[in-house]
């Protein structure tokens, strides 16, 4: 457990230094201010861009409070996980070949510990930046247009929060499995894609996906109660992260062992 | 020009300026950092233009593509 701390504040500081932990925060507050910001202004900012007749202008409501919190969400699904898997695509790829895993891994230090501690790291950051970018949406929702109840905004963010972790580890998983990042980004943001496209097609066959979780958050916000089968498919995705998790560090054992033996 | 300044003053510009001074700091970041980092992929006067003219676009990209972490 101890030698686990010492990996896991070895990835937080290496964060710190290369300003991971400044600059992923800095992007979500930004991305969690501007949504409520340009939503409140839209109707203004169309008529004097848009050249839009003046009956059309009327008819833009400005959205309600769940809605702008649902937009916000949509907007750290596309631009904050392109922002992780980009700034997370080399979590173990950059070691590999800056030769800094060798010298860890020389070391009596198990290989579930050295990937679980990077994985508990990007995690945290993920988690933290969501946090802070989307208290700022809920403020500035709460003070443009209505407040939205605490309790909605808490249970809706833990359950989008569990979606993030989704893609966190499946970035763990591709970066174990390839040596290129370009592989790891692509593949990460496709199957995110792919399932989240999936789930919104056929809400029915995949009522147990990861990706049903952000259309949970949205309902949650809304009326306070998740859409149908929100238990299951939160308990799947939590099945699926462990045993993602589980296949990295077999995977990366075999790896390891194989390459260092031949 | 008038219709410009009258917009500028329907603004409420307690909302627009933490956007501004968050894109600021951002820009502040990257932009020292590239400065005293001297290795970034490329050329680092390209990416010194790419941070202030690009805003928000240019930290993230310089972050994730132009800082060499060896």
């Known amino acids: 457990m101890r030698q686990w701390f010492i990996l896991f504040k ?11 932990w400044l600059w992923i925060p800095i992007v979500f507050i930004l991305f969690g201010i501007m949504q409520p910001v340009t939503s409140y202004y839209l109707p203004q900012i169309l008529e004097s861009f848009g050249g839009l007749p003046e009956e059309a202008l009327f008819d833009i409501p400005v959205p309600s409070g769940p809605q702008i919190l649902a937009e916000t969400l949509g907007q750290f699904s596309q631009i904050g996980y392109l922002v992780l898997v980009l700034a997370f695509m080399g979590v173990i790829a950059e070691e590999k070949n800056s030769g800094t895993q060798l010298m860890i891994l020389v070391k009596p230090v ?29 403020y500035y929702t709460h003070v443009l247009i209505e407040s939205v109840p605490a309790a909605h905004v808490i249970k809706g963010a833990v359950v989008y929060i569990l979606g993030m972790l989704f893609v966190m580890t499946l970035i763990l998983l591709f970066s174990t499995l ?13 199957l995110t894609i792919v399932v989240s496209l999936l789930s919104s097609l056929m ?60 | 020009m008038e219709e410009v300044t009258e917009m500028l003053s329907e603004v409420n510009w307690s909302l627009i300026v933490p956007i ?51």
């Open chain 1, 10 to 20: 070895k990835e937080c500081l290496e964060s710190v230094r290369n300003f991971k």
């Open chain 2, 20 to 70: 501004l001074i968050i894109q600021f700091v951002l820009m502040v970041i990257a932009f020292v950092d590239c400065f005293r980092h001297n290795r970034t992929n490329g050329p680092q006067w390209v990416w010194i233009l790419v941070i202030v003219f690009f805003q928000v676009i240019g930290p993230i990209l310089y972050f994730i593509f132009g800082r060499r972490n060896d």
């Open chain 1, 178 to 190: 390839f040596n290129s990042r370009a592989a790891v980004a692509f593949l990460t943001l496709g």
């Open chain 1, 110 to 138: 198990s290989y579930g510990a050295y990937l679980t501690a990077k994985w508990a790291h990007m995690s945290l950051l993920a988690v933290t930046s969501f946090i802070l970018g989307f208290s700022f949406a809920v």
């Open chain 1, 203 to 262: 809400p029915n066959t995949m009522r147990w996906s990861p990706g049903m979780l952000s259309s949970h958050a949205y309902s949650i916000f809304g009326t306070g109660e998740g859409g149908e089968a929100m238990w299951l498919s939160i308990a799947c995705t939590l099945l699926i992260i462990s045993v993602m998790v589980g296949i990295a560090v077999y995977i990366f054992r075999n790896k390891e062992t194989a390459s260092h033996s031949s």
